[in-house]
């Protein structure tokens, strides 16, 4: 195998090339947009391909000789879709054997389903990160009907070392403003980043793939309370974590979710200034705009009622809470979902090679690195975070 691995810099990508650098049996080729997030994959001293994902051309340089490809790239939507479709265009074109797609359990949204399996049908809400992934896996579906060969993967929270997901729970942690839902019941589903990248590879090879969706996980069941008792170490907190109910959780859920779009709201986004001005400079709008005005002016009842509808001032807006919890913490254990390994272990024979319990020792030891806690200089430099 000759794989390319775009969004090699990230997270998943770099651990994935780390681990099939020292593999024998396949030649890799990291494909990266810049070196500015590289410097992990650089200190190997290898060669690294640079291509932009919306530049076709780019991409079928970096393809060149190249077997099969991994996705696990990230980046504004019309990357994560454009740049996507033009991947798998190239990877048609260029006879990839085996195109896998890192997807995220985040298509399906939320659900009441205690525990999910792949046949459940994704709701995510419009606009959010799970709609656009979902939006990504029926771009894969597509290319997979026109014959290439391809493998979506759907983690849930990635962790292990380097794992933005843990970093934001100590940094909330660290704040004050983490809380748990019910003293921390609600499942928590991870994936070590280790045990996705051996999941990756077993879905560049394994003979009975589809373009189905394949739920990734520790195949552990983790809670909230599991993870915030592993990370305690790392913030000194002794004793348990504050507690909220679900009533007040929900509450504070309900709160930040973004107001639904009414035609209220979209006609008076459409009159408002900032919007109004940046169509103006338009020369053909701008001619619109008078000759609707001077319809409107010609119909006394309706510049009325337009002008009550946009001249009414809002009420202020007021949040009050106890306290500021994060939000978007609080909104994932309301989730309180497990997603099936069924599929997983029959179409890839997947088995974790990282436990939960090995996982979160390698983050408090690569954090402890990180930061200098496992320094004999700590007893002082801990006084600068503390300041």
């Known amino acids: 195998m000759r794989i390319a691995v775009f969004g090699a810099s990230g997270f998943v990508g770099a651990t994935l090339v780390e681990r099939l650098w020292f593999d024998p049996t396949v030649e890799v080729v990291p494909v990266i947009h810049s070196s500015g997030n590289a410097a992990r994959l650089a200190r190997f001293g290898r060669k690294l391909v640079i291509a932009d994902a919306l530049r076709p051309r780019s991409i079928d340089a970096a393809l060149d000789g190249c077997s099969h490809v991994v996705n696990c790239s990230r980046g504004p939507a019309e990357v994560m879709l454009r740049g996507l479709d033009n991947l798998l265009e190239a990877s048609h074109r260029a006879g990839v054997q085996r195109f896998v797609h890192l997807s995220s359990v985040a298509a399906y949204g939320n659900t009441a389903v205690p525990v999910l399996d792949e046949s459940a049908k994704p709701s995510p809400s419009r606009n959010t990160y799970g709609w656009t992934k979902l939006s990504q896996d029926e771009l894969v579906e597509r290319a997979a009907d026109r014959g290439l060969s391809c493998a979506v993967l759907c983690p849930p929270n990635i962790s292990g070392t380097y794992s933005p997901f843990l970093l934001d729970v100590v940094d909330t942690m660290r704040r004050g403003e983490f809380a748990l839902v019910d003293a921390g019941r609600y499942p928590c589903e991870l994936v070590d980043v280790h045990n996705l990248a051996h999941a990756i590879r077993l879905a560049l090879s394994a003979p009975r793939i589809d373009a189905g969706r394949i739920f990734v996980t520790d195949g552990t069941e983790t809670t909230w309370a599991d993870v915030a008792n592993a990370l305690a170490p790392l913030v000194q907190h002794e004793g348990p974590f504050p507690s909220i109910d679900l009533n007040a959780a929900q509450a504070i859920g309900a709160a930040s979710a973004p107001p639904r779009p009414t035609v209220g709201r979209t006609l008076k986004h459409l009159g408002?200034?900032?919007?109004?001005?940046?169509?103006?400079?338009?020369?053909?709008?701008?001619?619109?705009?008078?000759?609707?005005?001077?319809?409107?002016?010609?119909?006394?009842?309706?510049?009325?009622?337009?002008?009550?509808?946009?001249?009414?001032?809002?009420?202020?807006?007021?949040?009050?809470?106890?306290?500021?919890?994060?939000?978007?913490?609080?909104?994932?254990?309301?989730?309180?979902?497990?997603?099936?390994?069924?599929?997983?272990?029959?179409?890839?024979?997947?088995?974790?090679?990282?436990?939960?319990?090995?996982?979160?020792?390698?983050?408090?030891?690569?954090?402890?690195?990180?930061?200098?806690?496992?320094?004999?200089?700590?007893?002082?430099?801990?006084?600068?975070?503390?300041?």
């Open 272 to 387: 408002s200034q900032d919007l109004l001005g940046a169509l103006r400079k338009d020369p053909l709008l701008a001619s619109a705009e008078k000759s609707a005005k001077a319809a409107i002016r010609r119909l006394p009842a309706l510049e009325a009622a337009l002008r009550r509808r946009f001249e009414k001032q809002p009420m202020a807006a007021t949040r009050t809470r106890a306290a500021a919890w994060s939000e978007r913490l609080i909104g994932q254990q309301l989730r309180n979902v497990r997603y099936s390994q069924s599929r997983a272990r029959t179409v890839l024979e997947y088995q974790p090679v990282v436990s939960a319990a090995e996982s979160m020792q390698a983050f408090r030891s690569w954090y402890g690195d990180l930061y200098g806690r496992n320094h004999a200089a700590w007893s002082l430099t801990q006084h600068l975070y503390q300041s």
